[in-house]
C-alpha cells in the first residue's frame, strides 16, 4: 500500500499451496511478495517452485500459511451417486483433510466443492462463487478456515450460461462444455487472485491463535 508519504513494508511468508500443480495460486501469492510453493505428485504446469510429491514430506517445514486444494474425486457430492462403492477411497481422503487441517501451520485454508467434508468434519467457513470475483461461472466452492478472514468478492459479474440435461436439471454450461476432469477441479483465475492479494498482507490478518480441536 503506497500513499504520498509512505511506502508499507509486506512482512514475507513462506506459503505452501498444498495439492496444487496449476500454479495460479502460488504464483498470486510470490505476485504480492511471499516466498511461495507449490507441491503435488503431477509436475507443474506454470514455471515456479515446486515440489512433485507428497505433501507430507514438507509440511513441517515452518510454513506460516497454506492453501490446500485436495482432490474432490471422492469427495464431493455430484460423485455421490457412487459412494457405496468406493468407502475405502473416500475414507482415505477424509483423512487426508483431517490430516491438513491438523497441521502445524499457524493459517489455513481448505478448498473444495460441495462435498461430505462438511458432514463428515465440518461445515466450511464460507461458499463463494466465480462470479463473485470476476469470472462469469457458477461453482459452489467451500472454504474452511483458520486464522484467515473470509474471502471478499472483488468483483461481481453474470453467472454465466446454463443448460437443462436429459433428466431435467439446471446445469452451469462451462461444466458439461468442459470434460476433462483435470479441467474441471481446477480454481478459476479470479479466487485464486483473490487468495493472493487478501491473504497477502500479514498486517491484516488476525493474530494466529490456536483453537480446540477440530473433531
Known amino acids: 500500500c503506497i500513499n504520498t508519504s509512505t ?6 511468508m513462506k506459503v505452501l499451496v498444498a495439492c496444487e ?4 495460486t502460488r504464483d498470486s501469492f510470490i505476485r504480492n511478495g511471499h516466498n511461495a510453493i507449490s507441491c503435488d505428485f503431477l509436475p507443474t504446469e506454470s514455471p515456479g517452485k515446486h515440489y512433485q510429491g507428497d505433501v507430507r514430506d514438507i509440511i513441517n517445514d ?5 492453501v490446500a486444494h485436495p482432490s474432490c474425486q471422492h469427495l464431493a457430492v455430484s460423485g455421490a451417486k457412487h459412494f ?3 468407502e475405502k477411497e ?4 477424509l483423512d487426508f483433510v483431517r490430516m491438513l487441517m491438523n497441521c502445524n501451520i499457524p493459517r489455513w485454508c ?3 466443492p460441495i462435498s461430505v467434508i462438511s458432514s463428515a468434519i465440518r461445515p466450511p467457513d464460507q461458499i463463494i462463487q466465480p462470479y463473485e470475483y470476476g469470472d462469469s461461472f457458477q461453482k459452489s466452492t467451500c472454504l474452511w478456515l483458520k486464522n484467515l478472514p473470509k474471502l471478499r468478492p472483488t468483483k461481481i459479474v453474470d453467472k454465466g ?9 439446471k446445469l452451469p454450461k462451462w461444466y458439461s462444455d468442459t470434460k476433462n476432469p483435470k479441467k474441471r477441479s481446477l480454481s478459476f483465475n479470479g479466487i485464486t487472485e483473490a487468495f493472493g492479494d487478501q491473504w497477502g498482507d500479514e498486517s491484516r490478518l488476525p493474530v494466529p491463535v490456536e483453537q480446540l480441536s477440530l473433531f
Do not use: H, T, W
Request: proline letters at 3%; aromatic letters at 14%.
Open 7 to 12: 511506502v508499507c513494508k509486506i512482512n514475507k
Open 21 to 24: 500443480y496449476s500454479g495460479k
Open 62 to 66: 515452518g510454513f506460516d500459511l497454506m
Open 84 to 86: 457405496y462403492r468406493k
Open 90 to 93: 473416500q475414507k482415505e481422503a
Open 110 to 112: 481448505i478448498e473444495n
Open 161 to 169: 450460461e446454463f443448460y437443462i440435461s436429459p433428466s431435467g436439471k
